[in-house]
């Protein structure tokens, strides 16, 4: 069973860092495409980073050259890196996963906003100005 489990959200200043955790069971990370996606209520979700099965990654503009997506093949754990962090980057981050889609990065952020099959429930960011 493919369960996905976020942790490492919270309340920081703005400028400051966070790394958030995605714990996977069920798969192994270093086999499926995963990524994360920002949420916020009453607003869309938001495609944030993605790593493809072939272990390259993208990112949404707003986010590139701050956060880094990176995997841990031995914990089995997705991270997400995130640096210089901005108000704009509140929300509730989810990370996500789906064997079939994905093989490259640039995928995994189309799937990520169009139907990936696993989702966690998500871990709170706060950024405080």
């Known amino acids: 069973q493919v369960q996905l489990a976020e942790s490492g959200g919270g309340s920081v200043q703005a400028g400051g860092s966070l790394r958030l955790s995605c714990a996977a069971s069920?798969?192994?990370?270093?086999?499926?495409?995963m990524g994360w996606v920002r949420q916020r209520p009453g607003n869309e979700r938001v495609a944030i980073a993605g790593?493809?099965?072939?272990?390259?990654?993208a990112y949404a503009d707003s986010v590139k050259g701050r956060f880094t997506i990176s995997r841990d093949n031995a914990k089995n754990i997705l991270y997400l890196e995130m640096n210089n962090l901005k108000p704009d980057d509140n929300g509730t981050y989810v990370c996500?996963?789906?064997?079939?889609?994905?093989?490259?990065?640039?995928?995994?952020?189309?799937?990520?906003?169009?139907?990936?099959?696993?989702w966690g429930k998500g871990t709170a960011v706060t950024v405080v100005s």
């Open positions: 790593i493809g099965r072939t272990g390259d990654t």
């Open positions: 069920g798969f192994s990370v270093s086999d499926w495409p």
């Open positions: 996500a996963t789906d064997k079939a889609h994905g093989m490259w990065a640039s995928q995994v952020l189309y799937w990520l906003l169009n139907g990936m099959d696993y």
